[in-house]
């Protein structure tokens, strides 16, 4: 039997994006259970010997934001829904 994936797991799967057009691939795929995304901009920044990648993203409805939301544990950032990734050195 296969255990539902934890928020910690599927952000942990996006760890390994190397570049923002890789994640950008991988966040839409992963997004894609939820509802179509209609926007993503990626910000990558580096503090401290540490990666992240600020990203910003925009679903078809209020409702599948907000299941993606409770599911990653995503936050709201002004219109859109930010998912901080953290990318490897």
Known sequence: MNAVPT???RLKALT???DP?????ALREMCAEFGKVTRID???MT???KRSALCFLRLESD???MRLMTTLGAAR???DVLVVVDLPR
């Open 47 to 49: 503090e401290a010997q």
């Open 7 to 9: 928020c910690a797991d």
């Open 42 to 44: 990626i910000l990558t």
């Open 77 to 79: 950032f002004g219109s």
């Open 63 to 65: 409702a599948q934001e």
């Open 16 to 18: 390994g994006c190397g």
């Open 21 to 25: 057009d890789t994640l950008k691939s």
